[in-house]
């Protein structure tokens, strides 16, 4: 059964994320804006994952060959999945039910967006490109708009405080740390290594 749940990670997230919009759309009579933005980021990450990982995909072999440097099991690619997709996951239920009364979350999850877009046009530079695409780009340039919008409207309507806006940063860095400590545990890396290597590639 772990075996099922690490190789199809994936598919899992895909389904579980799905039925969340389906069930809003069918249970749920009135969205605030900000579920609505939820809702939508939520459909945007299940097709970022599939453009980064299937269609076209490689973006993880990118980073493998780029950031890694080591061949990695492909077995073990899928099941770094499961790890990612609890991640996700976090990052839109969390503000769905609390967004609203917690503006911190929702704000944590439009850095999650923007960092997005941002990491995956540092990535055309730190890959060594010639086409300026990275696997998942598309997507993750919709999620960077919309993390911006979404943050606009929270200031624009004044709902969030000072502090929602200073700590939303920590909070997503903090939990990001926390995911690519456990990718890297998972391929027998320290963090500290993926890190030099990515310097060592932005320097080039």
């Known amino acids: 059964m772990w075996r099922f749940i690490k ?5 899992i997230y895909t389904v579980i994320a799905m ?13 605030t804006v ?6 939508f980021l939520s459909f945007l ?46 990052m839109t239920i969390i503000p ?9 979350f929702a704000l944590t999850m439009a850095t999650f967006s923007i960092f997005e877009g941002i990491i995956h046009i540092v990535g055309i530079k730190v890959f060594g490109l010639d086409k300026p ?14 993390g911006i919008a979404l943050i606009v409207y929270i200031a624009m309507n004044h709902l969030a405080a000072w502090y929602d806006y200073t700590f939303a940063p920590f909070v997503f860095i903090s939990c990001f740390i926390l995911l690519q400590r456990s990718l890297m ?3 027998g890396m320290h963090y500290s290594d993926m890190l030099a290597n990515f310097k060592k590639r932005l320097g080039k």
């Open 7 to 11: 190789h199809y990670a994936l598919e």
């Open 19 to 31: 039925l969340l919009i389906v069930c809003v759309a069918i249970f749920m009579d009135e969205l």
């Open 34 to 39: 900000i579920q609505k933005f939820t809702v």
């Open 45 to 90: 990450y299940i097709l970022h994952e599939w453009e980064e990982g299937h269609y076209p995909g490689v973006f993880l072999d990118l980073i493998s060959a780029n950031v890694l440097q080591r061949d990695i099991d492909p077995e073990l690619k899928r099941a770094s999945r499961l790890n990612t997709g609890v991640f996700i996951f976090v």
């Open 96 to 104: 769905f039910f609390w967004g609203d009364s917690i503006p911190l």
């Open 133 to 146: 695409y990275t696997p998942g780009m598309v997507t993750a340039e919709i999620e960077l708009v919309t």
């Open 185 to 187: 545990a998972m391929i």
